[in-house]
């Protein structure tokens, strides 16, 4: 039997051989990269002086491999999986590497302050907010363990597979589509999660979802065909910035497979380029459950023994799910791996332990005394507001059509699908405040807001087991309601009400809900049907009809079906709904959603909007796609708005032109009728907790909007290559888009102007180890305060190959008072990854000497300041970057 699992080990090592050597080969790598490159160690050196200390490190790893050495061969795999058990007889405690997710914000505990998306924080270009932001969410973060000991390792941020075709259902959680902003804003997304202190990590972050992850629908089982300089020039810069500048210490393999090869099962991306080249120091794990995949539906593997240990051989230390735990065992008994692989795989996971202070008495930690009541506090409440703030960007603002004067204002009709909610966006926790445009715009002029419904976040007490939780829709749902579980609401008045609705989903059989007055076993009012829809976040109303009740009453909701959840519920409401009161002195704010995001038109509801806007002076219309069109495991089919929503549009404009059009999306949408028509356009993609506050400040001029588009945002589908072809060149993104976007990359407008003046060079000539100084002056001209983000771009010498027209290597957001001036100083080295490409015959990065041209502007189509810079090197100089000290661009405004 032995001598049989040897021979097909043979033979499955000899075609992973050839395999890994192929991957290799076809991404332009020498299968002898596998040894270490003296140059790695310059870049080691750097980068650890930023994190932990190499000190710090080594002794982590041997108190590790202490606690390694001492284990069984069960014990060393019951320790590879997200929940790892504890060991009594060494005291070693159970550990959860899944503590949740930290992409926005916790989603861990019953409240976390909610920042907006990756994608809209990257509309800020702010590094210095993305750090502050970070910060207080691993503060949370350390908050939570101090109390509950809950765990500090969370599988986000950053993720890292960047917005390269909007129809991906995660663009929201990339922050861009730039390797050079995407990889400056993760860096600080890192260090913000993992602190600054030498000896011990705050938390664990997590680069995911390593790497050509960018389809959903098929991410199980796609392989993504990636030719080399794509890979190199366009899909590794941000991991490796994360790794180089950043110190990361968890990455996450892709369930997708590349070029063939699962990525969980990719020694070349796992080990070779994650350890060797880039000296990575942390642990990989994979996707939930990737190593099963890698069996089926990859079928890469024969069985899930030979799965779990390829896994473990090309570098994946960890398993979200249970296919180590449970299949290692037979991996080792069928000599397919070795007891040394999963030794160092359990050493990984535990220094990562020791360098979380895990095993160190607290008070030598410093994160131990972070109190929990910075959890949601107002300091962090402010800076939500300040990101949502930063987050904003305005699109289109024709004749100064904003700001609008609050004073002018007589009636404001708030409408559209999104208007009532606060969307924050998938992985999203359950911030104590949160604002939408109605909410924020109603209070900013001083009126009461009125709501016709009750939301499931003001129930009064439900049965053990009911939670709240984020729903699509931006509110939140009652989840986790089982057979004979209840849920108490306040009062309310039953007076000349004729029927009672409920806003619900199932995506189990649907079931029913009985309501009762006062008390849990009190007079029955109605029961309600719920159906199945499909998914916990597919919504729609149901309704049962009202008789002869009057006065006030408490509601009491009883569930009934069959075993498991049953349902949510969003909301409950009384029709025929009562009119808003009416406030003597303030503006009158009536709000109509219209329609909703997805589905068909309802006459009642569209024709109730158009009324609202006829009679309004201004129509604050807000608009989007939300997780019902495209999140994870879903990728969406079109770019533009779903359901109703562009007729909707169409009709109020033509009865108010007077619109603004309000974009609480979390992807960018193709809107060529809305860009053409509509006065004014503001971009507010799942800008956090806050959001209605924020955009009721820049409607009304109390906030000037400063953001700029991290993205291209396209006119149609038409404008797009195929989905699944990841040649960065054939179109994508700004770098190789050839034709006319609806907004380019890096566009933003402000209600002040700005003028960009005054480009100085240190020096016209650049060689290997040197790097140049460039500067601008930009001075605000207008009346208002706001903020200007310079923007630096490359355009390489003319070279033997096709490469980017232009691109990003340095910008600085600017906050400037009316008629101020600042210079923006940007170092530029030689080793910019703008100036290196890939060369598909050497297999190397190499630099093409000639004349380059740098230019400043305020966005990829705004170009105003163009200096000539001669990059002196021997023809076909085959380096790398890696290897130069400078590797990032840095600026200073002064």
Excluded at 297 to 306: D, F, K, Q, S
Excluded at 360 to 381: G, L, M, N, S
Excluded at 802 to 829: D, I, N, S
Aim: with cysteine; proline share 7%.
């Amino acid at each position: 039997m032995k001598l049989e699992a040897a021979s097909e080990l043979n033979r499955r090592e000899f075609l992973s051989t050839l395999t890994q050597a192929a991957a290799l080969l076809a991404l332009g790598v020498s299968p002898g990269l596998r040894a270490a490159e003296p140059y790695l160690l310059r870049g080691r050196e750097a980068r650890w002086r930023l994190g932990i200390s190499k000190a710090a490190y080594r002794r982590a790893r041997k108190r590790a491999q202490a606690w390694v050495e001492r284990m069984t061969l069960d014990e060393k795999i019951s320790q590879l999986g997200a929940q790892s058990p504890g060991i009594e007889r060494l005291k070693l405690p159970a550990y959860n590497y899944y503590t949740g997710e930290a992409l926005h914000g916790l989603t861990r505990g019953p409240l976390a302050t909610s920042f907006p998306v990756p994608l809209a924080l990257a509309a800020t270009w702010n590094p210095d907010l993305i750090l502050r932001i970070y910060t207080a969410i691993s503060d949370e973060a350390r908050a939570y363990d101090n109390r509950e000991k809950i765990g500090l390792s969370y599988y986000s941020p950053p993720t890292l597979n960047l917005h390269r075709d909007p129809r991906w259902g995660r663009c929201e959680e990339a922050p861009g589509e730039d390797p050079c902003l995407a990889g400056t804003i993760a860096v600080q997304m890192v260090r913000g999660m993992q602190g600054d202190h030498p000896h011990y990590l705050k938390t664990t972050a997590c680069s995911k979802h390593f790497i050509c992850n960018n389809t959903d629908d098929d991410r199980t089982s796609i392989s993504a065909p990636v030719d080399e300089r794509s890979f190199w020039e366009y899909y590794t810069r941000a991991y490796r910035a994360t790794i180089l500048e950043g110190d990361v210490f968890s990455v996450m393999g892709a369930y997708s497979a590349l070029n063939g090869i699962p990525c969980c099962a990719n020694h070349f991306l796992l080990t070779d380029l994650l350890r060797r080249r880039w000296g990575f120091r942390g642990y990989v794990t994979s996707d939930c459950d990737a190593i099963d995949n890698i069996y089926n539906p990859h079928h890469y593997a024969a069985t899930l023994p030979i799965a779990a240990a390829m896994a473990v051989q090309a570098g994946c230390d960890l398993n979200c799910g249970g296919t180590l735990q449970h299949h290692l065992k037979a991996a080792v008994n069928e000599e397919l791996i070795g007891e040394d692989d999963i030794g160092r795989a359990a050493t990984r996971l535990l220094t990562a332990r020791h360098l979380l202070g895990l095993f160190d008495p607290p008070e030598k930690v410093p994160y131990t005394r972070i109190p929990f009541e910075v959890v949601d506090c107002a300091a962090h409440r402010a800076l939500a507001l300040e990101a949502a703030r930063q987050s904003l960007v305005l699109l289109k603002n024709d004749s100064r059509f904003l700001p609008w004067d609050k004073a002018a204002l007589k009636k404001v009709a708030v409408i559209g699908p999104m208007a009532g909610a606060c969307h924050l966006g998938g992985y999203s926790g359950s911030p104590g405040a949160r604002v939408s445009p109605y909410q924020g715009i109603a209070e900013s002029l001083g009126v009461a807001i009125y709501r016709p419904y009750l939301s499931a976040s003001e129930k009064v007490a439900a049965s053990p087991g009911i939670r709240l939780q984020a729903s699509s829709e931006g509110e939140q749902n009652l989840a986790f309601i089982t057979d004979d579980s209840w849920a108490e609401f306040p009062k309310a008045d039953f007076t000349g009400k004729t029927e009672f609705e409920a806003r619900v989903s199932s995506a189990a059989k649907g079931g029913r809900i009985e309501v009762h007055l006062d008390r849990l076993d009190g007079p029955l009012a109605c029961t309600l049907t719920v159906p199945a829809t499909g998914d916990w976040q597919h919504w729609t109303n149901v309704t049962a009809p009202l008789a002869g009740l009057s006065g006030e009453h408490a509601i009491f909701l009883r569930f009934r079906g069959g075993g498991g959840d049953l349902l949510n519920v969003e909301r409950l409401q009384l029709n025929p709904v009562s009119p808003p009161p009416v406030q003597p002195g303030r503006p009158e704010v009536v709000f109509q959603p219209g329609c909703t995001v997805v589905g068909e038109k309802d006459e009642k509801m569209f024709q109730e909007a158009v009324d609202a806007a006829r009679e309004a002076d201004v129509v604050v219309l807000v608009c989007g796609v939300t997780q019902e069109v495209d999140r994870e495991g879903h990728d969406r089919e079109t770019i533009g708005l779903t359901g109703a929503q562009p007729e909707l549009i169409q009709a109020l404009y033509a009865v108010n032109p007077k619109i603004v059009l309000v974009l609480s999306t979390n992807n960018s949408v193709a809107i060529n009728w809305e860009q053409e028509h509509l006065p004014a356009i503001l971009g507010a993609v799942c800008a956090g907790q806050a959001q209605g506050t924020a955009i009721a400040e820049a409607l009304f001029g109390d906030c000037n909007p400063g953001g700029k588009l991290p993205c291209t945002w396209y006119r149609s589908l038409d404008q797009l290559p195929p989905f699944h072809d990841y040649d960065i060149r054939k179109g994508r993104t700004y770098l190789y888009f050839e034709g006319e976007p609806l907004y380019p990359f890096g566009h933003g407008l402000s209600y002040t102007t700005f003028q960009l003046d005054g480009l100085r060079m240190e020096t016209n000539v650049l060689g290997p180890d040197e790097k140049t100084r460039i500067s601008a002056t930009v001075t605000n001209t207008g009346q208002r305060a706001g903020a200007e983000v310079v923007q630096l771009y490359v355009t390489p010498p003319p070279s033997p190959v096709k490469r980017p027209g232009k691109q990003l290597a340095g910008f600085q957001r600017v906050e400037l008072r009316p008629g101020e001036r600042k210079t923006v100083t940007f170092e530029l080295p030689f080793a910019d990854q703008a100036f290196w490409y890939w060369d598909e015959t050497a297999r190397r990065f190499v630099v093409q000497p000639g004349l380059a041209k740098v230019h400043i502007g305020n966005s990829s189509a705004n170009l105003l300041l163009t200096g000539e810079l001669t990059l002196k090197a021997p023809a076909g100089t085959h380096a790398d970057p890696d290897t130069l000290r400078g590797v990032a661009v840095t600026c200073r405004v002064s």
